[in-house]
């Protein structure tokens, strides 16, 4: 059987994001930090906003807009006992669905996923709303450059904060 | 009035010579102290609704709920309006969209209509009313009893007979002026977050001014923040609580983290540097170098009594703590900078309040997470005190003291004023 090309493309960010989510689940944050390129970021834009995939944290407010030194300084205080919120730790659960690659060229490739979070910890809640993953290609893998999480929620209203990794 | 004899209450327990002051749990955990405090205090005092940047064009309008009201604020030609965001025919809610510029608000039920100052438009002898029948005003929009403003920051109160803002502000008027002294051409709300914790609206208010609590929640924090600091003179800053009157006070003290008018941060890079150095010059020449200090030098932290938090960290930012239940919050949050900011001011300062501030930050969860572990010790019951002793010494005066930074001077005035409303 002869599988198109951007399906192939399709397949390979599929497994690669699954993985990210799988290191996320079992809090193997180290080696999720290790898969942001040098240049790589890590975004959640601010609940209501418009075209959240348009803004930049430069003009925008967002909940969290991490370059990758403050990301592993997120890493870093997320892997102590003091990160109160986090410790101890709540447990999670990604749910990565409706792939679409969006564009594909010059080495990287942009794509969309939908996607819900569950955290529990004195009781669950959920995040829920579309990813932006932009990869850049690496040998016969991927490393994130940008993931961008848009919820779509008009506040943080039940969920009250963003203490995990989206 | 000074604390020199001690005293109980249903909410306080006061004993000078022991240098003991005490505060019930019930005023967190109680749903009838919380339902006498809507009527005793929320509901007579000045709550904060927005800064006139919200509103600055004629036409311009948003949606906002405070307390149990769904409110309508909208700018007409005369200025800012304040209504309740109900149709004055049959009570449908008036407008449905949260924010944009409208000339006229459309009720979806019966089509009546409404200007942005209130008139009814379109109810008239042409389809079955007398004509001009709003013409006493009958029909128009519901203002709320009571709008005023300070320094640009729209202040409501439910309270006809309340005494006016500045009046209420006293001494933290000042305070607000100053926020507004940033820059020539006035601030503009940049950013906003909003996010619910499972605790008492209190508990929030006293968070937002705690110096205590610092080291001990945020040690994690503190950890980033000295890398950032790599390269500059670190200290521990010195600073004061101070007692406003109103129960109003403030924590001031030595910046300890970037700000884009005073204190740069090597991460930012030179051309940052450059920038916020000749602000601080504009800041002198423009204020003088004591008012200048004050503001560009200094690390403010002010909850105006009792539920409006103004601070001055690593920008401006407004907090509308309000209540949903006695044990549930609604905390709203606007990060303010001056209009036409440079650009790179602009990045720097979203950056800094993002690594602090807010609720994907790397101090609010925390913060959120002790708040929410106070309010479950509460709600267990058996223990009726929490203690509020720290600095605590007899005859302290409850206005107008101040006390190192990190004692609790400013907590025991936010609540000798609510004991003062609530035994009323």
Same mark, same amino acid.
């Given at each position: 059987?002869?599988?198109?090309?951007?399906?192939?493309?399709?397949?390979?960010?599929?497994?690669?994001?699954?993985?990210?989510?799988?290191?996320?689940?079992?809090?193997?944050?180290?080696?999720?930090?290790?898969?942001?390129?040098?240049?790589?970021?890590?975004?959640?834009?601010?609940?209501?906003?418009?075209?959240?995939?348009?803004?930049?944290?430069?003009?925008?407010?967002?909940?969290?807009?991490?370059?990758?030194? !403050?990301?592993?300084?997120?890493?870093?205080?997320?892997?102590?006992?003091?990160?109160?919120?986090?410790?101890?730790?709540?447990?999670?659960?990604?749910?990565?669905?409706?792939?679409?690659?969006?564009?594909?060229?010059?080495?990287?490739?942009?794509?969309?996923?939908?996607?819900?979070?569950? !955290?529990?910890?004195?009781?669950?809640?959920?995040?829920?709303?579309?990813?932006?993953?932009?990869?850049?290609?690496?040998?016969?893998?991927?490393?994130? !450059?940008?993931?961008?999480?848009?919820?779509?929620?008009?506040?943080?209203?039940?969920?009250?904060?963003?203490?995990?990794?989206? | 009035?000074?604390?020199?004899?001690?005293?109980?209450?249903?909410?306080?327990?006061?004993?000078?010579?022991?240098?003991?002051?005490?505060?019930?749990?019930?005023?967190?955990?109680?749903?009838?102290?919380?339902?006498?405090?809507?009527?005793?205090?929320?509901?007579?005092?000045w709550l904060y609704l927005c800064?006139e940047?919200?509103v600055?064009?004629?036409?311009?309008?948003?949606?906002?709920?405070?307390?149990?009201?769904?409110l309508?604020v909208t700018r007409?030609?005369?200025g800012v309006n304040v209504f309740?965001?109900?149709?004055?025919?049959?009570?449908?809610?008036?407008?449905?969209?949260?924010?944009?510029?409208?000339?006229?608000?459309?009720?979806?039920?019966?089509?009546?209509?409404?200007?942005?100052?209130?008139?009814?438009?379109?109810?008239?002898?042409?389809?079955?009313?007398?004509?001009?029948?709003?013409?006493?005003?009958?029909?128009?929009?519901?203002r709320v009893p009571r709008l005023e403003k300070r320094?640009?920051f729209y202040f409501i109160n439910f309270?006809p007979?309340a005494?006016s803002l500045?009046?209420?502000?006293?001494?933290?008027?000042?305070?607000?002026?100053?926020?507004?002294?940033?820059?020539?051409?006035?601030?503009?709300?940049?950013?906003?977050?909003?996010?619910?914790?499972?605790?008492?609206?209190?508990?929030?208010?006293?968070?937002?001014?705690?110096?205590?609590?610092?080291?001990?929640?945020?040690?994690?924090?503190?950890?980033?923040?000295?890398?950032?600091?790599?390269?500059?003179?670190?200290?521990? @800053?010195?600073?004061?609580?101070?007692?406003?009157?109103?129960?109003?006070?403030?924590?001031?003290?030595?910046?300890?983290?970037?700000?884009?008018?005073?204190?740069?941060?090597?991460?930012?890079?030179?051309?940052?540097?450059?920038?916020?150095?000749?602000?601080?010059?504009?800041?002198?020449?423009?204020?003088?170098?004591?008012?200048?200090?004050?503001?560009?030098?200094?690390?403010?932290?002010?909850?105006?009594?009792?539920?409006?938090?103004?601070?001055?960290?690593?920008?401006?930012?407004?907090?509308?703590?309000? @209540?949903?239940?006695?044990?549930?919050?609604?905390?709203?949050?606007?990060?303010?900078?001056?209009?036409?900011?440079?650009?790179?001011?602009?990045?720097?300062?979203?950056?800094?309040?993002?690594?602090?501030?807010?609720?994907?930050?790397?101090?609010?969860?925390?913060?959120?997470?002790?708040?929410?572990?106070?309010?479950?010790?509460?709600?267990?019951?058996?223990?009726?005190?929490?203690?509020?002793?720290?600095?605590?010494?007899?005859?302290?005066?409850?206005?107008?003291?101040?006390?190192?930074?990190?004692?609790?001077?400013?907590?025991?005035?936010?609540?000798?004023?609510?004991?003062?409303?609530?035994?009323?």
């Open positions: 059987m002869n599988i198109p090309e951007r399906l192939l493309t399709r397949l390979c960010v599929e497994d690669f994001i699954f993985r990210e989510a799988a290191l996320l689940d079992a809090w193997e944050i180290d080696a999720w930090l290790a898969l942001f390129a040098e240049d790589g970021s890590y975004e959640v834009t601010p609940p209501g906003v418009d075209g959240p995939d348009e803004i930049s944290r430069e003009t925008v407010y967002f909940l969290i807009g991490d370059d990758r030194k !403050r990301l592993e300084h997120r890493i870093s205080r997320l892997s102590k006992p003091n990160a109160h919120v986090e410790s101890p730790r709540s447990k999670v659960r990604h749910v990565y669905s409706n792939v679409v690659v969006a564009e594909d060229g010059g080495g990287e490739v942009t794509a969309y996923a939908n996607f819900i979070t569950f !955290r529990t910890k004195r009781g669950t809640i959920e995040y829920f709303g579309r990813i932006r993953f932009v990869l850049a290609r690496m040998g016969d893998g991927f490393m994130i !450059r940008n993931k961008r999480v848009m919820m779509d929620i008009d506040a943080l209203v039940p969920q009250g904060k963003v203490s995990i990794l989206l | 009035m000074g604390w020199d004899q001690p005293y109980e209450s249903r909410f306080l327990s006061v004993d000078p010579a022991a240098q003991r002051f005490r505060v019930s749990r019930k005023c967190f955990a109680d749903a009838a102290v919380f339902e006498e405090e809507k009527r005793k205090i929320l509901y007579k005092s800064h940047s919200e600055a064009k004629v036409n311009d309008f948003f949606v906002r709920e405070i307390l149990d009201k769904e309508l007409d030609a005369a309740y965001n109900t149709c004055t025919h049959r009570g449908a809610l008036l407008c449905r969209n949260k924010a944009g510029n409208r000339k006229a608000f459309g009720c979806p039920y019966h089509g009546w209509t409404f200007a942005p100052s209130g008139r009814v438009l379109t109810r008239n002898a042409e389809v079955g009313y007398r004509a001009d029948v709003d013409a006493d005003g009958a029909y128009s929009l519901v320094a640009g309270d007979d005494i500045d009046e209420f502000l006293g001494d933290a008027g000042d305070r607000i002026d100053i926020l507004n002294e940033h820059t020539t051409d006035g601030l503009e709300v940049i950013g906003y977050h909003e996010y619910s914790i499972n605790g008492n609206y209190k508990l929030m208010c006293e968070n937002s001014y705690d110096g205590y609590h610092l080291m001990p929640t945020h040690a994690s924090y503190f950890a980033y923040q000295k890398a950032m600091l790599e390269g500059l003179p670190q200290q521990a @800053p010195g600073g004061f609580a101070i007692s406003l009157t109103h129960g109003h006070a403030a924590v001031e003290t030595d910046i300890v983290s970037g700000r884009p008018i005073a204190q740069w941060l090597p991460v930012w890079g030179e051309h940052a540097r450059e920038l916020i150095e000749a602000r601080k010059v504009e800041l002198e020449a423009r204020l003088g170098a004591t008012r200048a200090a004050q503001l560009g030098q200094t690390n403010r932290l002010m909850v105006i009594f009792p539920n409006t938090v103004m601070n001055d960290q690593q920008s401006i930012q407004i907090r509308s703590v309000l @209540p949903v239940g006695y044990d549930k919050m609604i905390t709203r949050a606007w990060l303010l900078g001056p209009k036409n900011e440079d650009k790179e001011l602009r990045r720097v300062r979203l950056e800094g309040a993002l690594s602090f501030l807010g609720p994907g930050g790397f101090a609010t969860p925390d913060d959120i997470e002790m708040l929410e572990l106070c309010q479950r010790g509460y709600a267990m019951g058996g223990v009726q005190w929490n203690d509020l002793s720290k600095g605590f010494e007899a005859g302290e005066e409850t206005a107008r003291s101040t006390s190192f930074w990190n004692n609790e001077l400013h907590l025991r005035a936010y609540w000798t004023q609510y004991d003062k409303m609530m035994s009323a």
